[in-house]
């Protein structure tokens, strides 16, 4: 691999540019991180990869060498036209110039898959200030995809990866749970970046589970349980519930507490995944009746 620190000052002054930090470019410029990224992903040639945000171009080059195709989604302009001169020579680019928020990526994967590729692996530096979004997005799809693999920033990390039902849970920890068995790949320095990001970050590697974690009847009054029930931290569990709307009053929630033998003063973040499903398919099989 060529020296990154080199290569990333050598593109800027080229092209005249520098970082845009609205949007969230920070380049990647340590070989090491690069390179865990692309192993820990496990790309071979029956991949296709998304790339979200390929920047200069810094972890696409090495993609590039592993992956069946590397689709590279990037928004910035300036960006675009240093990959097209940098990768021209490699025909399992492709690239794509938009906001990753607005691209149709079903279709899109559905199209490689057609094409013979195997499986479909997100890859990213992503931009820090959409990265919930764009998680958000990825796994809401339900995207036909293996695995995702990002390098965030460490505490909203924290909050993806912890267990579920831990004190560093929050209501995505069970969204992401609920699709996808989570690991920490490596804790990154702020000097593997230029410019230096002014937080900690993080890469983490999400394997799509081939079914949910838990049964549920209804996803959408799952996820929105899951919300309601954190949406006031400090808050017991039965009181979010009557102030979310869930219930018209304490009476009429503590007859669910006592039909599921729950606690009146738990607190939503001590409640497994598995307990948000049977909380949830009660509520559901209620409505219904
Ligand atoms: N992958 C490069 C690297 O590791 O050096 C750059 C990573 S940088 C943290 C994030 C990249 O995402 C930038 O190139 C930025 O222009 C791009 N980006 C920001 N918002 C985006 C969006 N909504 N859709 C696609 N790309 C976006």
């Keep these: 691999m ?5 290569t990333t000052k050598f593109l800027l002054k080229k092209y005249k540019l520098s970082a845009n930090k609205n949007l969230g470019q920070n380049f990647l410029i340590n070989e090491n991180v690069v390179n865990s990224i692309v192993e820990s992903s496990s790309i071979s040639e029956e991949d296709v990869v998304i790339e979200i945000g390929p920047g200069l171009g810094n972890l696409t080059e090495e993609l590039l060498k592993k992956a069946g195709k590397v689709i590279a989604i990037e928004l910035d302009d300036r960006m675009t036209e240093i990959l097209k001169d940098r990768f021209f020579m490699y025909k399992n680019f492709e690239l794509i110039n938009d906001d990753v928020l607005k691209v149709d990526l079903n279709s899109l994967i559905k199209e490689q898959k057609n094409n013979g590729l195997k499986r479909a692996k997100i890859v990213a530096n992503l931009p820090y200030y959409i990265t919930t979004p764009i998680i958000m997005k990825l796994l809401e799809e339900k995207l036909d995809i293996a695995s995702i693999t990002v390098m965030i920033q460490k505490e909203v990390a924290d909050r993806l990866i ?25 804790i990154v320095e702020n000097n593997s970046f230029i410019p230096e990001p002014s937080v900690d970050s993080e890469v983490i590697k999400l394997t799509i589970r081939n079914n949910p974690s838990v049964e549920v009847v209804d996803e959408q009054e799952f996820f929105k349980l899951i919300k309601v029930s954190f949406m006031q931290r400090r808050k017991t569990f039965l009181n979010s519930l009557v102030n979310g709307g869930i219930f018209k009053d304490k009476e009429e929630a503590k007859v669910m507490f006592d039909d599921l033998e729950l606690d009146y003063n738990i607190r939503g973040e001590k409640l497994s995944i598995e307990d948000f499903a049977r909380i949830s398919n009660y509520l559901v099989s209620k409505k219904n009746k």
């Design 162 to 186: 912890a267990v579920p039902g831990s004190k560093l849970s929050g209501a995505i920890t069970y969204c992401v749970s609920y699709y996808a068995e989570s690991e920490s790949v490596m």
């Design 2 to 6: 060529e020296n990154l620190i080199e």
